[in-house]
């Protein structure tokens, strides 16, 4: 099992550009989350899903959008890129309802320019 | 807004000593404490997880201890090895999300 896979792994945007990061699991997971990771402010949600063609807002989802057209993806897209978006996000997934047991994918570093 | 705070942001301890970090929560609407380490370059992975309905929980070297009254809790590396130098997060979690501390960056001299 791949468990987590993450694309692409690192990714220079120019401000006003858009881009879509891809998440997959191979665990069967009906819970999907996408994080991102900035110093000195642990992880913060951004969306997360339930299950396949579902999406909830997170914590900060403010210029980012989701879909989850599949049980197994998890797609991130920002439609137009701000340099407040350079962060590296964590995709992860979970197979119960109390959540509290995620696994994490390697991330996607994102400078935004 | 929920938050977890987590202290110290980073520490330092010798081969074969005791590391601690602790955390605080301010919202008891929460149904579990877990504790992920993260190795640079990678994602977190769950270390240890404790219910709020206990008090300690012990696995291997690493204890986790629950003061609900306090809304704290902490985490407890026993002989702390240079293989544990990673960056240790707490979270509190209810329903479908949760809340992570800042993170606490750990280094283990040898």
């Known amino acids: 099992n791949a468990g987590v896979t993450q694309t692409p792994k690192f990714r220079v945007l120019k401000t006003g550009q858009s881009m879509t990061l891809l998440c997959a699991q191979d665990?069967?997971?009906?819970?999907m989350y996408w994080y991102r990771q900035d110093p000195g402010m642990g992880l913060r949600l951004i969306h997360y899903?339930?299950?396949?063609?579902?999406?909830a807002k997170g914590e900060v989802p403010d210029g980012y959008n989701v879909s989850r057209l599949k049980k197994q993806n998890f797609l991130l897209g920002l439609e137009s890129a701000a340099p407040s978006q350079t962060s590296v996000y964590f995709c992860?997934?979970?197979?119960?309802?109390?959540?509290?047991?995620?696994?994490f994918g390697p991330g996607t570093r994102l400078t935004v320019t | 807004q929920q938050q977890v705070k987590q202290s110290p942001q980073s520490l330092i301890v010798q081969k074969g000593g005791i590391s601690i970090i602790n955390c605080a929560y301010e919202?008891?609407?929460?149904?579990?404490f877990p504790w992920y380490q993260q190795f640079p370059g990678k994602g977190p992975a769950l270390l240890i997880a404790?219910?709020?309905?206990?008090s300690e929980k012990k696995e291997g070297r690493f204890t986790i201890s629950f003061n609900k009254s306090a809304k704290q809790f902490s985490l407890h590396i026993m002989d702390s090895q240079p293989g544990d130098s990673a960056t240790y997060f707490c979270?509190?979690?209810?329903?479908?999300?949760?809340?992570f501390g800042a993170g606490t960056r750990l280094f283990v001299k040898a």
């Open positions: 992860a997934s979970g197979r119960t309802m109390t959540g509290y047991e995620q696994y």
């Open positions: 665990m069967n997971h009906e819970y």
């Open positions: 899903s339930v299950g396949e063609g579902t999406t």
């Open positions: 919202n008891t609407a929460f149904d579990y």
């Open positions: 404790i219910r709020p309905d206990v």
């Open positions: 979270a509190a979690t209810g329903g479908f999300k949760t809340i």
